[in-house]
């Protein structure tokens, strides 16, 4: 049982941890980096013609935000002259260029992420509030509602998931890793280490993932009960 709780913390917290390892491994700058994240993404901008796109910084993680058609990094990859910092603002830059080629996937994602966020917030409650209301009714039909709205929540993310997954790797090895050997931004030497980076950039969400299916499993098997 112990071997059992072991492998499935080691399957839902590896993918974050070896993502973290990664970033913080290559995150040092480089005296010889010509520019930073930033710079970099707004030269790929120009570069790609992306109209309409902006970088700028900020606190809530490196992203590409749709609706506003913006490249938002870090301040430390913004700033940063670190190979972290180089292949993270390629991989966002990657996303824009999703946006800008009518990527389907990344708009079936854009239209996804709010109604999850929603369903998500409701299943948390619906699922808490089950047993009270249970008890409350003795009845299983308003128990089975709430249950049904709960799991609608989470299965709603993993569909989140499922189309947010290829559309990471896509932005590292479709879009950035090309963009970057293409231009020769990068000495060859490099590109070894810039590919593990883009690995992790597009894992990023492998352990939302697998924590959301744990997640489903458990509750899977509490109702069972």
């Known amino acids: 049982m112990i071997l059992l709780v072991a492998a499935v913390l080691a399957l839902v917290f590896g993918p974050n941890l070896w993502v973290r390892w990664v970033m913080n491994r290559y995150g040092t700058d480089l005296d010889a980096m010509p520019g930073t994240g930033g710079e970099l993404a707004n030269h790929l901008v120009k570069q790609l013609e992306l109209d309409g796109v902006a970088v700028e910084v900020t606190e809530i993680g490196d992203h590409y935000d749709p609706s506003e058609r913006k490249v938002r990094l870090s301040q430390q990859n913004f700033e940063g002259r670190s190979l972290t910092a180089i292949a993270v603002a390629a991989h966002e830059v990657g996303h824009a260029v999703q946006h800008h080629q009518g990527d389907k996937r990344l708009l079936a994602r854009t239209a996804l992420v709010t109604v999850a966020d929603r369903l998500a917030r409701i299943s948390a409650g619906a699922i808490w509030l089950a047993p009270i209301i249970g008890l409350i009714t003795r009845h299983p039909v308003p128990f089975s509602v709430m249950v049904t709205l709960g799991l ?12 947010t997954l290829p559309l990471e790797w896509d932005a590292s090895f479709g879009k950035a890793l090309p963009i970057l050997a293409a231009g020769n931004y990068l000495p060859k030497t490099q590109q070894a280490p810039i590919a593990k980076i883009l690995r992790a950039a597009a894992f990023t ?19 069972r009960r």
């Open 152 to 163: 609608a929540g989470l299965l709603g993310r993993m569909l989140l998931h499922v189309v």
């Open 205 to 223: 969400y492998v352990a939302a993932a697998l924590a959301d299916v744990l997640n489903l499993a458990r509750w899977a098997v509490l109702l």
